[in-house]
């Protein structure tokens, strides 16, 4: 559904989506630091949205992460670096419309949860790290450097996430659980398709492999066994094995004895006989 959608109304997708929230919230941090702005006023409270500030459904999400302390401000960069990096790939990979639609699916689940059961506070973490899972996803094996030594891998870095979700829903407080909750609800809707195809193509490649192991250790394996004799198609491939119409079950037969056999019935055919 979503490919097709977006294969009829990919135009109106907004491009750069991910640049124009690194800006603004690099705006926001700028602002803040020379006493232009009262970051304050962009969080997400559902409360006062729903009282006359209504910009704060939208607003929280050009709010920087938390820069406490000069480690944080220094590692910002490399942060709005790697926001940049994984949102650009996900409208290359997507287009722009379907990469809009998971930021606004994601900033619509992050405000109900906000709003529900009680209107409370919320934040745009859960949803900036729902864009690494999905990179993740479609990168598994993209290589980040980490403080230019480690080199790690994206899946371990989703691996990671996943735990900390899991984390945050055991020991926070319900608001927070929601927005959690929002967050991996988000990436199921959009790649939950993906997931169970991956899964089913990972359960065939299973079977293959153990069919090749028991083949490699055992022979190929009989597709057709003469129920007389024995004889197989690996045995004897050159032979035509067919089945008789008048056995009970699915009873294989050589040449020889396709018309020369006593016919296995069942304990229902041996009464009325």
Known sequence: MLDNFNRRFGRFGIPNITLLLVVGQVFVLL????????PSRL???AHAALNGEPWRFVSFLFLPPPSSDPLSLMLLPFTWWLLYLMGDALEQEWGALRYNLFLLCGTALTVAAALWPVPT?????YLLLSIGLAFAWLNPDFELSLFFVAQVKMKWIALLIWIYFAYKIVVSPGPIRMQVSAAAVNFAIFFSREIYLSYRQGRRKVDRQ?????????????RHRCHVCGKT???????????????AGDQCY??????????????SDETKD
């Open 31 to 38: 602002a803040a630091l020379i006493g232009m702005l009262d």
């Open 43 to 45: 969080k997400l409270d």
């Open 121 to 125: 506070f919320g934040l745009n973490t």
């Open 210 to 222: 153990m069919r090749r192991a028991v083949e490699e250790r055992e022979g190929p394996q009989a």
């Open 233 to 247: 198609d690996v045995t004897n491939p050159e032979m035509d094995f067919r089945y008789c119409s008048k056995c």
């Open 254 to 267: 050589c040449p020889e004895h396709i018309f020369k056999h006593e016919h296995v019935l069942t304990d």
